[in-house]
């Protein structure tokens, strides 16, 4: 099985969220954000009725009020510990979460009718003012789940009532008193509050959809991104199996293990041998950048001494730097110890890849040097070439995808375009940093930088 197979698996044994699993999410975020806040309200509430009114009783309310509190909080850390909700968890938590809105909202607003039992006719401000404010709070954090909204609104809507209506009944006042004043003026705050709530539960069902439109398109993104992937590894490895075939072949006609060749074919074999190489090459690069993206290269660190790793990638790539006549040398001082964490064999791709880089686009006849300086805690390890130098401005076609600087080099010299690239994030994986400085017509010098780690730590 392929590690796409494996994503997947993986993605689709998690099934994407639903509408309703999103409101109760939703609700329980709003919920556990806002938790603090409701305490200093509850608890400046309750602090304020036990001053001007019966302190037991509110004590009593507060601490009714306090335990769905804590109910809520239960249910909250339960969803969150659950990496996704059934049709049937969604449908009971929901049966949990009115439950316990129902008694939210009786408690507030049995503790507020208290209240305003314990005030004369007509002076019910802080008890209407308390349950406005609890009303406008349900309205503006509670519109997730509209059935949870509802039920609360329309408790509290019962509670308004039954205090504007108490006095009513209890006087029998003309409809010019004051008191059908009061009443009418709770209707009124009710179509406020109704009317905000579906202000804030459009907008929610609005921002829904929209999330809704981003995770369908970001889905199918992702079959299409796992489709390409795909395709290029399938191919990738179905080209590279013919093609070793085909190189070996051409190799062994041109070494002269099958005879001699005829001169006229001498020259059409040996472009037929580059030219196999630098198809090898690609699609060995194209693999290797497709196993990035993918998160598949799997990197073993350790201890690696610079001297040796700068010693033996010029050792490995000498043979290209004498087949396109350029020398190729190492310029450090043997004695200086310099060690950093990294995998061997990355960190040896990455050097061939800047080493490779700079012979190409060195002059005939120049010199590469490869070198490494110690900076109090860094170690920077340097390739120099004396070709034409980079020109400014250049750093995103230099570590990009299939791109060189010009196309006249490109013509020049061979390369995939992906060297840099994959060097680029192979160095960033080691949490160090890839980089170069140029001067048209001086050369260019490459360099790769990595924390240091001392001979103790090494060992």
């Known amino acids: 099985m392929t590690f796409i197979d494996q994503n997947t698996e993986v993605a689709d044994a998690v099934p994407a969220m639903s509408r309703e699993e999103r409101q109760i999410r939703d609700y329980f975020w709003a919920t556990m954000g806002l938790i603090w806040q409701r305490q200093a309200i509850f608890g400046a509430a309750a602090i304020l009725t036990m001053f001007y009114f019966d302190p037991l009783k509110s004590l009593a309310c507060y601490g009714a ?121 709770v209707v009124f705050v009710l179509y406020f509050v109704i009317d905000c709530s579906f202000v804030f539960l459009k907008f929610y069902r609005k921002n829904m959809r929209q999330l809704e439109d981003l995770q369908a398109e970001h889905e199918r993104t992702k079959a299409a991104y796992r489709v390409k992937s795909q395709f290029v590894a399938v191919v990738s490895h179905e080209l590279r199996t013919p093609l070793t ?134 170690v920077r390890i340097t390739v120099t070439d004396t070709g034409r130098g980079i020109p400014e401005d250049s750093y995103e076609k230099v570590f990009g995808k299939f791109t060189q600087v010009d196309s006249t080099d490109q013509r020049e010299v061979g390369g995939t375009g992906l060297g840099l690239s994959i060097s680029k994030q192979i160095v960033e994986h080691h949490d160090g940093i890839i980089d170069y400085t140029s001067k048209m017509g001086s050369g260019t010098t490459f360099y790769i930088e990595f924390a240091s780690w001392s001979q103790a730590e090494a060992a």
């Open 245 to 378: 075939s085909i190189k070996g072949s051409l190799d062994l006609l041109n070494s002269g293990a099958l005879g001699p060749l005829p001169d006229k074919m001498k020259p059409i074999m040996n472009i037929a041998g580059k030219n196999s190489a630098r198809l090898a090459d690609l699609i060995n690069d194209i693999l290797d950048l497709q196993k990035i993206e993918a998160g598949e290269i799997r990197y073993s660190f350790t201890p690696l001494d610079v001297r040796e790793l700068v010693r033996d990638s010029v050792e490995m790539n000498r043979g290209y730097a004498d087949s396109l006549k350029i020398g190729l040398e190492y310029e450090m001082d043997e004695r200086d110890e310099a060690y950093i964490r990294g995998d061997a064999k990355r960190l040896a791709q990455v050097m061939s890849n800047m080493i490779s880089n700079a012979v190409k686009f060195s002059n005939k006849g120049g010199t590469v040097v490869v070198g490494f300086q110690r900076h109090d805690d860094l």
């Open 65 to 185: 009020v306090l335990f769905t509190e804590l109910n809520d909080l239960i249910l909250c850390r339960r969803v969150t510990r659950e990496p996704w909700l059934s049709e049937r968890k969604c449908r009971m938590y929901k049966r949990w979460i009115i439950f316990n809105t129902i008694l939210s909202a009786v408690g507030i607003c049995i503790f507020i009718f208290i209240v305003a039992q314990q005030q004369s006719i007509g002076g019910h401000f802080t008890p209407l003012f308390f349950l406005f404010a609890a009303a406008l709070f349900a309205a503006m954090n509670n519109h997730q789940i509209f059935s949870v909204l509802a039920v609360r609104l329309s408790i509290y809507a019962a509670t308004f009532f039954a205090i504007a209506l108490m006095d009513i009944f209890v006087v029998r006042p003309p409809l010019s008193s004051e008191l059908w004043l009061h009443f009418f003026t």
